[in-house]
């Protein structure tokens, strides 16, 4: 029962824990050293090349050189080969980070080849990759001709694909519309509009904005403000998962913003939340999200939708005894530094009360030096508890209010943490019935006195103390237990009662025989006060008191078995040993075999006899069926006798029954006539 | 007197011997055949006399299957003998018959039994 308390004890613990930290922090060096094993091996396509150097591009981290060579050589063949606009597109994608050395007229040759299909594509991933891979040439090689002389055309068939809610169909054969597929889309209208010869129609450029918004609206949400995309459709024929479906649209909407002349209007809540949706999944172990989450999150750090702002705190504990100071940083996701800004607690309350604040509108110091808004002084009103403290983010210049997405009042679970004082700890044995003290000891829980008691059935135990906080305010922790145990390891749990200023317990052993199985004899006391607020939680014994309970009646209850440790029980069991009958004592072997040739003994002294008598086969039937009939019904006697040492070897009694069946028919039928042929000859020798 | 009872007791075995020559020869074969059948079980009974008891049932079976070969030969001598006025009807050839029967059934019964 203590073991199963203790660990309870500790599970709260860590779970209120766990859930202090909510606002996850910006990209940190944990990333970088995960990114170098995750993307460290060889690469089995250019997509996943493309994947590790862009990751490593963001997290600035440095390629190894023959990293870059052996992809180049691959980037080259590449493009020089007529291979698929996917795999021209990935080529292409790495080029523009590693700057390979690429033949300028093969750019041209690409370029040309590549409007052939833009033309020709049907589905919306093929006019992606073809759109896409001219950008990047045009990126590339400024003295190429991309140009689109259609973009009018192209826009309108990619347009086209689209759906009323905002999502995007694959082709126009497949009736199913996804988000994911919108973010490709976005990107590639991004590419035709930066690709055309001559301006795009504003008016098309509005009805895209308008499905951005559309789509936003069909956003999902977590309570904690957490924002992203998922995908509808169940039983397509490839399911995204929410990170990618999110890291495409982000993509896209990022993409399409920075070309377009006038601004998406997007809440920066929600901007905010999809920055809070990558960054809380924390560190992917898969390649292939990790570099969702990682290209999602630098797309989000530079963009022109609204750039989002990260509060975060190193500690969300806060200890009245260290007397520390409470800390917040504020970053963009990857980490860098934020605009000149001021933080503010627009207000505290104690989780449990939200309509009275402790204290409103503070302003938190700016330490240059580390980067860090610092609460210098602690306001003193603040006693141990769990709080709700009420950030916001107030940027000096009041122009970046478009610009960066602050999230608006973040509430953040603080935990005030501090020593609980112990007093007035006193344990007292009194007479049942008068009320009378019998004994009285002071404890000091602080130190580790312990008190030796003696008591009986008709008596009573008292035990109190007090708790008080920091402030002077009386205490109440999650867990007060008193715990008895006996010397055969019966344990017995009271929850201490609190009774307005102290915890009292008073356990009357007259009503608790039953429940102690009138086991008399040495108890162990032991005190558990916990609380996930207080820092100097106990578990301590306090002594033992001498039980003298009446005797067992006839119709108690019996004792039951003591529980077993829950530890052990998903532990290995006992290995079984398995005891085999110990084989009989067998005698000598030659002892055996001398026997077994004594036996034999008699049959020859038998034969002997026989042989002496004079026994010839003279009766032996001489015509030639009674002889076949005698010479049967030997061979069938001696087949049964075979028959009998195969039951006895390896047979069951139900085959060697059914044979017997048969061979004894044979030999009724044999046996009577060879029987009644010798008793026919005898027969008429008599009467001869 | 010790030396007359020893005579006495040779003459009684020559009498007896001489009276059994005039028994019928295939009576003889039958005698014979039980006189096997019960020294092969009294072998097998001072083995287990001298090694103990543990293949008991092989040992009931062996020693079994001895005497219940002898008790069905005895049966054959009675029927067989022409003295018995009593089988006069029956001929030697049914009784054999018999015999032959009753041992296979017995030894079914052993054989089940050896274990």
């Known amino acids: 029962m203590a073991r199963y308390l203790g660990g309870l004890l500790a599970l709260l613990f860590s779970a209120s824990i766990c859930g202090a930290v909510t606002i996850p922090g910006p990209i940190s060096d944990a990333h970088r050293s995960v990114a170098s094993e995750l993307f460290g091996g060889s690469f089995s396509s250019l997509e996943e090349a493309y994947e590790a150097i862009r990751v490593f591009e963001i997290l600035g981290i440095g390629n190894k050189p023959d990293v870059s060579a052996t992809t180049c050589k691959q980037v080259v063949e590449n493009l020089g080969s007529s291979s698929p606009v996917k795999d021209l597109f990935y080529a292409l994608k790495v080029n523009g980070i590693l700057k390979c050395k690429v033949n300028a007229d093969v750019f041209k040759d690409i370029a040309v080849r590549v409007k052939a299909t833009v033309n020709d594509a049907s589905t919306l ?4 990759h073809s759109i896409a891979s001219l950008v990047l040439i045009k990126d590339q090689a400024s003295d190429v001709d991309v140009l689109l002389a259609d973009a009018d055309g192209i826009f309108h068939s990619i347009k086209a694909l689209s759906q ?6 694959y082709s126009s054969d497949n009736p199913e519309s996804s988000t994911f597929a919108a973010g490709l889309a976005l990107e590639a209208l991004a590419g035709v509009i930066s690709l055309a010869s001559s301006e795009i129609d504003q008016s098309r450029v509005n009805t895209v ?14 309570d904690d403000g957490t924002f992203y995309f998922d995908e509808k459709f169940v039983g397509g024929r490839e399911h995204q998962a929410s990170l990618s479906t999110t890291s495409s649209v982000v993509r896209g909407v990022t993409t399409f913003a920075s070309v377009i002349s006038g601004k998406v209007n997007l809440p920066g809540n929600k901007v905010l939340g999809l920055a809070k949706f990558f960054l809380g999944i924390g ?9 969702n989450q990682v290209e999602s999150l630098a797309l989000l750090e530079n963009n022109r939708v609204s750039i989002p702002l990260v509060l975060s705190l190193p500690e969300t504990v806060y200890s009245l005894s260290k007397k520390d100071q409470l800390k917040v940083r504020v970053n963009t996701v990857l980490g860098s530094a934020a605009p000149p800004l001021t933080v503010k607690i627009v207000r505290a309350f104690r989780s449990d009360a939200k309509d009275s604040a402790i204290f409103e509108s503070k302003e938190l110091q700016y330490d240059e030096s580390n980067g860090i808004h610092v609460l210098e002084v602690f306001p003193d009103n603040v006693d141990v508890g769990t709080y709700v403290f009420v950030f916001e983010i107030v940027l000096h210049d009041s122009a970046g209010e478009n610009v960066f997405a602050t999230g608006g009042q973040i509430h953040v679970p603080i935990y005030v943490t501090g020593i609980i004082k112990v007093s007035n700890a006193e344990i007292v044995v009194l007479d049942s019935d008068l009320g009378s003290v019998e004994t009285q000891k002071k404890l000091d829980l602080a130190g580790n006195v312990v008190v030796e008691l003696s008591a009986n059935h008709l008596q009573k135990l008292r035990f109190s103390f007090q708790l008080t906080t920091p402030h002077g305010h009386p205490f109440k922790p999650h867990q007060a237990f008193l715990n008895l145990k006996h010397e055969t390891n019966h344990e017995h749990v009271f929850v201490v009662g609190n009774t307005g200023k102290k915890f009292e317990i008073i356990l009357d052993f007259l009503g608790l025989v039953e429940k102690f199985y009138y086991l008399s004899g040495r108890y162990d006391i032991e005190l558990t006060v916990g609380d996930a607020v207080m820092e100097n939680s106990f578990l301590r014994p306090l002594g033992h008191v001498d039980l003298e309970l009446p005797e067992t009646p006839e119709k108690a209850v019996r004792l039951p078995p003591l529980p077993l440790d829950p530890y052990s029980r998903y532990g290995p069991k006992a290995e079984i040993a398995h005891i085999f009958r110990a084989p009989e004592k067998r005698p000598p072997q030659n002892l055996s075999l001398t026997f077994l040739s004594l036996t034999l003994l008699p049959f020859i002294g038998f034969l002997v006899g026989l042989l002496r008598l004079g026994v010839n086969f003279k009766n032996f039937p001489s015509s030639a069926a009674p002889a076949t009939y005698a010479i049967l019904f030997h061979l069938g006697i001696a087949a049964v006798l075979l028959l009998y040492v195969l039951f006895w070897l390896k047979l069951d009694l139900f085959t060697t029954l059914k044979t017997v069946g048969l061979l004894g028919v044979f030999l009724m039928f044999v046996g009577h006539r060879i029987l009644s042929h ?7 020798l008599k009467s001869a | 007197m010790a030396r007359s009872s020893s005579k006495d007791a040779q003459d009684l075995f020559r009498a007896l011997w001489s009276a059994y020559a005039a028994t019928p ?7 014979l055949y039980v006189m096997f059948a019960v020294f092969t079980a009294l072998i097998q009974v001072v083995y287990i006399a001298l090694v103990g008891s543990f293949p008991f049932n092989s040992f009931l079976s062996g020693v079994l299957s001895c005497v219940g070969t002898a008790v069905l030969a005895v049966c054959l001598r009675i029927q067989v003998n022409k ?3 009593e089988f006069k009807d029956l001929a030697p050839e049914r009784a054999f018959a018999d015999f032959v029967l009753c041992n296979l059934v017995l030894h079914l019964v052993i054989m089940n039994f050896l274990g």
């Not at chain 1, 991933?125 to 992606?128: E, G, H, Q, W």
């Open chain 2, 83 to 85: 003295e018995n006025k």
């Open chain 1, 125 to 128: 991933v093929d006019m992606y």
């Open chain 1, 209 to 222: 904005k308008n499905d951005i918004l559309k789509l936003f609206d069909s956003i999902e949400k977590y």
């Open chain 2, 25 to 31: 020869t295939n009576l003889k074969i039958i005698d």
């Open chain 1, 164 to 169: 009323s809610d905002g999502r995007w169909r």
């Open chain 1, 678 to 684: 010798l008793a026919s000859t005898s027969s008429k």
């Open chain 1, 283 to 291: 560190i992917p172990g898969d390649a292939k999200d990790f570099f």
